[in-house]
């Protein structure tokens, strides 16, 4: 039932419209098109917000400890991204080759990572285990790069202030050692980083079994398959794969050579290539230098829709544009 004041109201407003007649018709007609004006000169720029709202930026901080064994590098690296607007930041290693691959040393790096503002993100290098040694000079590889895991990877999440939830290798029960091999996304772009050392992906030359280079071997072929299925699957736009080695690079030598070393990277390369030859979206390939004096490329060298970034110990900053033919742009300026 209406109420008696909403009825007078009701009787007024239909007396003065009769009395208006043609001259409320052009009220409201004029003030109808006034409104879809504006909507209409406003919605480019509502579309243009949109827009922006899929472009981002990330830092790569490279191997920071290639010269020096001290943390000054990284640390520094670190404050400067920290005063960037990035979605987050990787890092390719923890120590040096002549620092010590004690459980002392570990913790003060990750105390250093853990005080960075952006989220940030361990890609493990060969100095942080490969070349670890007791003291009776025998390798310790093995042991120091479980101890990594158990320290550096004990959660879901990345390092610093914004604490970037991750999808890990372990959550499958035959993979459940290879936690350092972890997914994350942002936007529409699956990032994920794996774990291939420098140094030939240890494979070892020695007689006897590679264990350690073979069973990660199995586990990294399983993760890469399970990356871009994953990303295949949610129509990602683009995939961007961390790593220390560069298995991107072929191996030359002389015709007759018998003497050169296995390639440890040959299987990784050709699954890469494989996968991305069937990905519909981008695929960006980021690692160190294949030597410490190789000249570095000036940007993303692209092949169809493989990209291949080598960083030195400078940090970089890549932000993603779908607007961009490349969808990847490297910061010039930054590298």
């Known amino acids: 039932m209406n109420h008696p004041s909403s009825l007078f109201v009701d009787d007024k407003s239909h007396k003065l419209r009769q009395k208006l007649g043609p001259i409320y018709r052009q009220i409201t007609a004029g003030t109808i098109a ?25 830092g790569v901080i490279g191997h920071p400890f290639r010269t020096a064994s001290d943390d000054v590098t990284l640390r520094t690296a670190i404050a400067q991204t920290d005063d960037d607007n990035l979605a987050f930041v990787v890092t390719n290693g923890i120590k040096s080759e002549q620092e010590p691959c004690s459980d002392k040393m570990y913790q003060q790096r990750k105390a250093l990572l853990n005080s960075a503002k952006n989220g940030l993100i361990v890609s493990l290098s060969a100095s942080d285990w490969v070349a670890c040694k007791n003291e009776a000079g025998r390798s310790t590889s093995f042991e120091r790069l479980n101890r990594i895991r158990e320290l550096f990877f004990a959660d879901d ?10 999808n890990r290798q372990s959550t499958s029960p035959k993979f459940r050692s290879y936690v350092e091999n972890a997914r994350w996304e942002i936007g529409n772009v699956m990032f994920a980083t794996i774990n291939l050392p420098s ?50 690079a072929i191996q030359h030598h002389r015709i007759f050579d018998f003497n050169v070393k296995r390639d440890g990277f040959v299987e ?14 981008k695929v960006l390939l980021i690692h160190e230098p294949p030597t410490d004096t190789a000249p570095i490329p000036a940007g993303i060298i692209w092949k169809k829709n493989l990209g291949d970034m080598e960083i030195a110990t400078a940090w970089i900053k890549v932000t993603v544009d779908e607007r961009h033919p490349d969808f990847f742009v490297m910061d010039k300026k930054r590298n």
């Open 268 to 281: 990784m390369r050709h699954a890469i290539n494989a996968l991305a030859s069937k990905f519909h979206g």
């Open 157 to 166: 999440f990345s390092f610093g202030d914004t604490r970037i939830p991750m």
């Open 199 to 248: 140094r030939n992906n240890h494979y070892m030359s020695e007689g006897g079994r590679n264990s350690e280079f073979e069973d990660r071997l199995i586990a990294n072929k399983e993760w890469l398959q399970r990356i871009f299925v994953i990303a295949s699957q949610k129509k990602s736009d683009g995939i961007v794969l961390f790593c220390d080695g560069d298995p991107l």
């Open 34 to 58: 006034a409104v879809l004006a504006l909507f209409f000169l406003s919605a480019p720029a509502i579309a243009d917000e949109q827009s922006d709202t899929n472009v981002f930026s990330f």
